[in-house]
């Protein structure tokens, strides 16, 4: 008999109007990388939240080494030696390294903290595992590769043998991706079973040995990943052939449509500028790629050409027409679309319906709104029916579903219909692939390469490598706020991009020759 350290034996789990998990089969070997694979939605994160004891199944059993257990609650997952490193980490922001590693295991000796043995095995554990980390750091000071760092050490302080990492590399720079992957191949090892929940086929093949997929809240399937091919893996989880490469034709720039000149945006958070004197052009029939990691001024940069935030100094010019001080809304009708990073916050009105979503910046024309100022239902639903059928947005409800009850994927589909269908001069789309599976990513690249092949500028943020390398014509480096490289995508390596994305390298860039 296998020796499995967990196993999770038919688990069924509900929602209101939702099988999460349906009969779903998951066994995890001891000492072995178990790669956790699915679309949105399939019940990834519900399954490992059943494990972790956030929820209760609903159906089945949970075995560990064998024997039935119940996991009431994350401490008693603890208990037994699960550990969880969540997509959105847990950490208290004000608190030391040390003091948010020990939190909850505090070791006491007569009502007082014994911090100095704590400190002692978090040093011992960090060199053995090659975590450095400064245990007196605060949280909120330090890097997200190293608040990672924190969380797995957290788990190694409570002696967890089974890990669980949801999502873990979304936030990190390619050198910190490759030492996380060593450290999980350490970890595994010494004899620590870890379970891997990620979207990334490259990541699976990489580091996992075995790959069980979920589709649609139904157990698919395990394979051992040196039999397999990230092609299969794809077909799995999504249930038909997905293409993993773009195609698309050399560009032909033509003119010059966006040309930002010297702008610096005002920091939120502290005394220094976000973004630092930017220079750059996009030219119409040509993707450029701001890349970088999140936090280095992009969200402020495009704040600023939308209109969400004031610029402090400098000039954008659309078409030759200086922009910067334009309202949005004329901004938006002026030729430029925007694909925003947060669908939620600055995308959709969660509560309109989708008819009133994707008509959201044009309801004012004469085509939506009559000359006594009402608006003309039935043109709207006529429009928005197009739409959802051009662009395969799937809903409950058809027009009248709230945008609130859509899956991420087709809100993000809703949002890029409603942007490319203003048939824009200029199209920024920031993430337009966060969070999605390959099929819905596969179908936003083809949107974006034909809004390029249409001779339109594309200007796209992305902090995906892989998307970056596979997508831009014109890659530009974003560190602290000024942009500190310039490439094509076939003159560059991912890992020397990692180095200008961290800050350790860095050219003088002059996008005005």
């Known amino acids: 008999m296998d020796n499995y350290a967990i196993e999770m034996l038919g688990i069924t789990k509900k929602f209101p109007g939702i099988i999460a998990n349906d009969n779903v089969t998951l066994q995890v ?27 209760q199944p609903d159906g089945g059993e949970i075995r560990k080494d064998g024997r039935k257990i119940k996991i009431n609650n994350p401490n008693e ?7 969880m490193v969540h997509q959105h980490f847990k950490l208290v922001e004000c608190f030391t390294v040390l003091d948010n590693i020990i939190l909850g ?22 060199e053995k595992y090659g975590l450095y980390v400064d245990p007196d750091a605060v949280i909120e000071n330090i890097t997200v590769g190293m608040q990672q760092r924190t969380e797995i050490l957290k788990m190694l302080y409570r002696d967890n043998e089974v890990l669980i990492f949801d999502e873990p590399t979304a936030v990190l720079t390619p050198q910190e991706i490759k030492e996380l992957m060593a450290v999980m191949k350490n970890l595994a090892a010494e004899g620590k ?32 990943v040196k039999d397999t ?77 939308s209109g969400l935030e004031p610029v402090k100094s400098g000039m954008i010019m659309m078409n030759g027409k200086d922009i910067t001080r334009m309202p949005i809304r004329k901004r938006l009708t002026s030729g430029m679309s925007h ?21 959201l910046q044009r309801y004012f024309e004469p085509q939506f709104t009559n000359k006594f100022g009402f608006l003309k239902r039935n043109s709207i639903r006529e429009y928005a029916n197009r739409l959802i059928k051009q662009y395969d947005v799937r809903s409950g409800q058809g027009p009248i579903t709230k945008a609130r009850d859509m899956s991420g994927g087709n809100q993000q589909k809703a949002i890029i219909a409603r942007e490319i269908d203003k048939n824009p001069e200029l199209l920024i789309a920031v993430q337009p692939t966060r969070g999605l599976d390959v099929g819905a990513v596969e179908y936003i690249h083809k949107q974006l390469v034909a809004q390029r092949d249409a001779g339109k500028g594309v ?22 706020g000024e942009i500190v490289g310039e490439f094509s995508p076939g003159q560059v390596s991912v890992e020397e991009l990692g180095l200008y994305m ?12």
Not at 35 to 50: F, Q, V, W
Not at 77 to 83: E, K, S, V
Not at 345 to 356: C, P, T
């Open 229 to 305: 091919t990230p092609e299969e893996l794809s077909a799995m989880m999504v249930g038909r052939n997905v293409s993993l490469v773009v195609e698309k034709k050399p560009s032909e720039p033509g003119d010059v449509v966006l040309d930002v000149k010297n702008m610096s945006v005002a920091s939120q958070r502290g005394k220094k500028d976000a973004v630092k004197n930017v220079s750059l052009q996009v030219r119409r029939g040509e993707i450029v790629c701001i890349a970088g990691i999140d936090g280095n001024g992009q969200t402020e940069f495009i704040y600023g050409l």
């Open 77 to 83: 997952a603890n208990a037994l030696g699960i550990g």
């Open 29 to 55: 070997k001891k000492g072995e990388i178990h790669a956790l694979l699915g679309e949105n939605g399939a019940g990834k994160s519900t399954l490992m939240s059943i494990l972790f004891g956030f929820y």
């Open 193 to 224: 079973s870890i379970l891997f929940i990620t979207h990334k086929l490259a990541e699976i093949m990489e580091v996992a040995d075995r790959c069980s997929v979920l589709r649609k809240g139904k157990y698919i399937g395990t394979v051992d």
């Open 105 to 126: 295991a505090e070791t006491t000796k007569g009502g007082f903290l014994q911090k100095k043995e704590a400190k002692k095995k978090v040093l011992e554990l960090s």
């Open 459 to 480: 200007l796209l943020v992305s902090f995906e490598l892989d998307e970056v390398m596979n997508l831009a014509d014109r890659i530009l480096v974003m560190y602290e």
């Open 339 to 359: 694909i925003p990073e947060d669908r939620h916050k600055h995308g959709l009105v969660l509560d309109f319906s989708l008819e009133d979503n994707i008509v």
């Open 502 to 513: 961290a800050g350790s390298k860095r050219m003088e860039v002059g996008a005005h020759e």
